[in-house]
C-alpha cells in the first residue's frame, strides 16, 4: 500500500505543523509520524485542494476541526478507495475542477507573455523610433562633427564658394523644407569622380563632383541631396545605432531616462561604414525625400530619372559600387517602380529648373 509524505496542521498548538505520512486504508485515511498518529474515517473525512496554486490536496475530519493535514502528491486522489468511493465524487470533482483553473489561468498568462514579447519583437522599429525622436539634435550633431572630423584627414576637399553658393541658392527652396524639421544643413564638396553623396547625422552633406559631373540636371541633383537628407530627418543614423542595442535596453531608455545614450551615440566612432541604411531606411528616405521635392517646388521626376541614368551608364554590378544611397536592397528597378506609383498617385506636375547645369558643371573644373 501507498504512503505519500504529508504535513499535520493542528490549530489547538497554534498552528504547529508537522510533517508525516498519509496511508490510504480501505475505509479510512491514516496520518502518521514518530509522535503522533491521526486516522478520518471515509464517513467524516472532506477533501479539498489548498495552496497558492491549488497544489495541495487537504483532508479535514469532520469531529475535529482544529486538526487536518495535507499532501502535495495528488496521485492519492487516484487510491482506488479513494476514487471509488461515492461519497467522494463530488469533492474530487472540485478538486480537480480547481486545479484546472489553475492550469488554465497559468497558460492565459504565458499565452499573454508571450503575445507580449512578440508584438515587441513586431513593435520594436515603432519602438526604436519613439526613443530617437527623444535624442537630442545636438547629440546627432555631434556625432557628425565626430565623423566630419575623421573625413578631413581622408578627403580632398573642394574649396570652391561658387560651387556651394549656387548650389545653396537653387537648393533654398529644398533647404527651407527641410530646415524646418530643426536639421540646420551644411553642404561641402569633396574631389572624387564615383557618383556619391551623403548625409552625416546632424545634417553635413558631402557631395563627390562625381555626382555634379554625370547628372543631366538640377532635379537629379536635388532629387540626391532629398534622399539624403531625409535619412537626416527621419533619425536613420540614430535608429540605426539604437536598433543594435537590445530590446531591453530600448524600452528602458525609453520609459526612462535616456542619458545613458548619450556616450554610445557620440562615440559611435568615425568608420562611414556605420552610414548604411537598410532596406525599410531607404525606402523611407525615397518617399520622404520626394516630399520633401514635391513641397519645395522641385520637380520630384528628377530621383527617377537619376536613378534611370545610372542604369543606363552602368552595369547593376557597376551601380552598386558608385552610389551608396543604391547598394542596399530594395533593387533599383523596384524603387523606381515604387517612385512612379507614388507620383502617379499625387498626381503632381511642376515646371523644370531654369537655371542652366551646364554652365553650374563647369564651376568644378575652375
Known amino acids: 500500500m501507498s504512503t505519500y509524505q504529508a504535513i499535520l496542521i493542528d490549530s489547538n498548538a497554534g498552528f504547529n505543523r508537522e510533517s508525516g505520512s498519509i496511508e490510504v486504508k480501505s475505509f479510512s485515511i491514516l496520518f502518521t509520524n514518530e509522535n503522533k498518529s491521526h486516522e478520518i474515517t471515509f464517513s467524516n473525512l472532506e477533501i479539498a485542494v489548498g495552496g497558492n496554486n491549488k497544489e495541495l490536496v487537504f483532508f479535514a475530519d469532520k469531529r475535529n476541526s482544529n486538526l487536518s493535514f495535507y499532501t502535495s502528491d495528488k496521485k492519492i486522489l487516484k487510491e482506488p478507495a479513494i476514487k471509488d468511493h461515492a461519497d467522494f465524487a463530488s469533492q474530487i470533482k472540485v478538486v480537480k475542477k480547481a486545479r484546472r483553473g489553475i492550469v488554465i489561468s497559468l497558460g492565459i498568462i504565458v499565452a499573454i507573455f508571450i503575445s507580449i514579447i512578440v508584438s515587441l519583437f513586431f513593435l520594436k522599429d515603432v519602438l526604436v523610433e519613439g526613443l530617437a525622436k527623444k535624442v537630442p539634435i545636438d547629440w546627432e550633431q555631434k556625432m557628425g562633427d565626430k565623423l566630419f572630423q575623421t573625413m578631413t584627414l581622408q578627403y580632398d576637399f573642394v574649396e570652391n564658394d561658387s560651387l556651394k553658393s549656387e548650389l545653396i541658392r537653387v537648393a533654398s527652396p529644398l533647404i527651407k523644407q527641410i530646415e524646418k524639421d530643426g536639421t540646420k544643413i551644411e553642404f561641402y564638396f569633396i574631389k572624387d569622380p564615383t557618383i556619391n553623396a551623403f548625409a552625416l547625422p546632424g545634417g553635413k552633406v558631402v557631395i563627390q563632383t ?76 525615397d518617399e520622404t525625400g520626394l516630399d520633401y521635392l514635391i513641397a519645395a517646388g522641385i520637380n520630384p521626376e528628377g530621383l527617377i530619372s537619376f536613378f534611370k541614368t545610372l542604369q543606363e551608364e552602368y552595369s547593376s554590378k557597376k551601380i552598386e559600387g558608385y552610389l551608396s544611397f543604391m547598394s542596399t536592397h530594395p533593387a533599383t528597378e523596384d524603387r523606381i517602380e515604387h517612385l512612379k506609383k507614388i507620383l502617379k498617385d499625387k498626381k503632381v506636375k511642376i515646371e523644370p529648373i531654369k537655371d542652366d547645369f551646364n554652365q553650374y558643371k563647369l564651376i568644378i573644373h575652375k
Not at 248 to 261: E, K
Open 210 to 285: 562625381g555626382l555634379i559631373e554625370n547628372a543631366k540636371s538640377w532635379e537629379e541633383v536635388l532629387g540626391v541631396v532629398s534622399h539624403e537628407l531625409a535619412h537626416v530627418t527621419r533619425r536613420h543614423h540614430i535608429r540605426g545605432v539604437i536598433n543594435n542595442l537590445g530590446l531591453y535596453v530600448i524600452i528602458s531608455s525609453l520609459v526612462g531616462d535616456i542619458t545613458a545614450l548619450s556616450g554610445t551615440l557620440i562615440n559611435m566612432g568615425g568608420d562611414l561604414a556605420s552610414l548604411s541604411n537598410s532596406r525599410d531606411f531607404e525606402t523611407e528616405a
